[in-house]
């Protein structure tokens, strides 16, 4: 990347897609307005050596289609991040610190090789989108219930068998998406889920379905096929 980018000190929005970028551009950290990186589909494999301390104004960082094998520690300062997205990587672990992003609301981890879910993942309060999509996650926590603000959770495309009773307390949950998984049945008590406007469990095994869930009033769009 040009030196010479270290310039443009009103940027606000740069996006860096589809080069052959092998690292974090360094110079970037000059950028203090940025607002939104997206550095989607190059072949940056770490991030350990970057000092994000002076992006102080980050909210969305796109890392998407890298060879990213972990989130390192120093995210933690991206203070002000409100979206994550490193789906299609390599990660298969996440670091306790993304519990210290307090404005983080979106984090995206699509197709990568997480297997299990940390019990600290369940209080992050702030979460409103969590997208799981396409990993090897075996079982879901009924420590679930705790993330209370969460609206979206995609989980479609793992190795769930059953879900926790406990997803019944998830009251703003919006979007339920469970297809493409190991499922036999689901649990009543997504009929208390009074906000749903979104399940999806199509291509499971199903062979219980609570009939009361045909009672929530703001279901919109529901797939069982």
Do not use: C
Request: aromatic residues 10%.
């Amino acid at each position: 990347i040009d030196p010479s980018i270290k310039k443009l000190r009103q940027l606000r929005f740069l996006y860096l897609t589809d080069n052959q970028l092998n690292t974090f551009p360094s110079g970037l950290k000059k950028l203090k307005k940025l607002e939104k990186i997206n550095i989607e589909r190059n072949k940056i494999e770490q991030l350990n050596n970057i000092n994000f301390k002076p992006l102080k104004k980050l909210k969305f960082l796109e890392l998407a289609f890298n060879q990213i094998k972990e989130i390192p520690d120093n995210i933690v300062q991206l203070k002000n991040i409100i979206k994550l997205n490193f789906s299609n990587n390599l990660l298969q672990n996440l670091p306790p610190v993304l519990q210290q992003l307090k404005k983080l609301e979106g984090l995206v981890l699509y197709k990568n090789q997480i297997k299990a879910l940390p019990d600290w993942l369940y209080q992050m309060q702030n979460l409103r989108e969590l997208d799981l999509y396409f990993n090897q996650i075996i079982e879901v926590s009924p420590k679930i219930a705790q993330m209370k603000g969460l609206k979206n959770i995609y989980l479609a495309g793992n190795k769930i068998i059953s879900l926790p009773e406990e997803i019944g307390q998830m009251s703003n949950l919006e979007g339920l998406y469970v297809y493409e998984n190991y499922l036999s049945y689901l649990p009543k008590t997504i009929a208390n889920l009074q906000n749903l406007k979104y399940l999806r469990f199509n291509h499971n095994q199903i062979d219980y379905f609570p009939m009361e869930i045909l009672k929530l009033e703001n279901l919109e769009d529901i797939d069982m096929a």
